[in-house]
């Protein structure tokens, strides 16, 4: 059985940074998206990142040139390096995995099938 579990959350100034882990336990697959999503209480989870089983990263464009999403040197452990955070990154944020299924993992979340519990990150 798969278990996603984030770590790395918590509150953070405008301006500031979080590091985000995630760690997966159990068989992923041997091509595996490994992803971020965050969601807004009252609002549609949304993807953030993504990394695709050949490496090709992807990013929603509210994130791009402020967020990376990286492999761990851990196998089955993916990081999001969050800088410059501002109040509209508050959410909760919710790592997520699933095998290969299309082309591309994308960043739709009815393509993961697995998901942590999610972590919150606040920005003031």
């Known amino acids: 059985q798969v278990q996603l579990v984030e770590s790395g959350g918590g509150s953070v100034q405008a301006g500031g940074s979080l590091r985000l882990s995630c760690t997966a336990s159990?068989?992923?697959?041997?091509?595996?998206?490994m992803a971020w999503f965050r969601q807004v209480p009252g609002m549609l989870r949304e993807g953030v990142a993504n990394?695709?089983?050949?490496?090709?990263?992807h990013y929603d464009e509210s994130v791009k040139g402020r967020f990376v999403i990286s492999k761990a040197g851990r196998k089955d452990t993916w990081s999001l390096q969050m800088d410059n955070l501002n109040n509209e990154d508050t959410a909760i944020y919710y790592c997520?995995?699933?095998?290969?299924?299309?082309?591309?993992?994308?960043?739709?979340?009815?393509?993961?099938?697995?998901w942590g519990r999610g972590t919150q990150v606040t920005v003031s």
């Open positions: 990394i695709d089983p050949d490496d090709t990263l």
């Open positions: 997520a995995s699933s095998a290969l299924t299309h082309n591309s993992c994308g960043l739709a979340t009815h393509r993961y099938r697995y």
């Open positions: 159990g068989y992923l697959g041997s091509r595996y998206c």
